[in-house]
């Protein structure tokens, strides 16, 4: 979406738009008025976003997108990605104390979209084997949080609480299911763009696991 962004979004009538309902101010106007590279004023702008509270990202998505008039494919973004990754604006203003906790505030995850049956039974027959080969430091973390599956507060939890490789794995595997319904196919998808040759095998590994499961009478 960074990258969509910088093609498309005019960085200072967005921060025009967040100022209209006093989400940003006139400095942080002038920030990316003064700023000559478009892609240098993007990167303020997005800096700005992720400091949103939730009614104010609903805001932008709702009010400041729309108006962007390049921003089709962005603003499907926000609002047609499949389980966690979606901006679930409902969910977003109906905001409460403990949702923080739960996940970003810039996600507003739909915990009611949880993983498959099957999907958490190759997960857990691969347990041992993904625990002790995955490096999830190798991508996986910065891909999964990327694509809004984690949280960040989950992924600095794993780095900071978790001192080996395996236990880091550990940790990943264990909050997976919780992440919704598009967890597993993100985590493989994860590895896949780690395109070391472990990680690839047991990709196809898990995507054979399921093929032949699905096809079990």
């Given amino acids: 979406a960074y990258f969509k962004a910088c093609d498309e979004l005019d960085a200072v009538e967005c921060m025009h738009g967040l100022c209209s309902e006093d989400y940003a101010d ?7 008025s003064s700023e000559a590279d478009r892609g240098e004023a993007i990167k303020i ?14 805001h932008f ?14 603003l499907r973004t926000f609002h047609t990605c499949p389980g966690p990754r ?6 977003a203003q109906a905001h409460t104390p403990d949702m923080e ?3 970003d505030v810039r996600t507003a995850v739909d915990t009611s979209m949880q993983m498959s049956d099957l999907h958490r039974s190759v997960l857990l027959q691969c347990y041992v084997e993904l625990k002790s080969s995955v490096n ?5 973390l910065d891909y999964l949080y990327s ?14 609480d978790c001192t080996t490789a395996e236990s880091k794995a550990g ?47």
Wanted: proline residues 4%; glycine residues 2%.
């Fill in 171 to 217: 940790m990943l595997l264990d909050e997976l299911p919780s992440c919704g319904a598009s967890a597993f196919r993100e985590f493989v998808d994860a590895l896949i763009a780690s395109k070391t040759s472990v990680h690839q095998k047991l990709a196809k590994k898990l995507m054979d696991m399921v093929k032949n499961d699905q096809q079990s009478p």
């Fill in 86 to 91: 979606k901006c679930r604006l409902k969910s």
């Fill in 136 to 140: 999830v430091e190798d991508h996986v």
């Fill in 101 to 103: 906790s739960a996940c």
């Fill in 147 to 160: 694509n809004f599956v984690i949280s960040k507060s989950l992924r600095d939890r794993i780095r900071s």
């Fill in 45 to 58: 702008l997005y800096t700005k976003l992720t400091k949103l509270p939730d009614e104010g990202l609903c």
């Fill in 61 to 74: 998505v709702q009010e400041v997108l729309p108006a962007q008039k390049k921003t089709q494919v962005l």
């Fill in 26 to 32: 006139d400095d942080d106007v002038d920030r990316v």
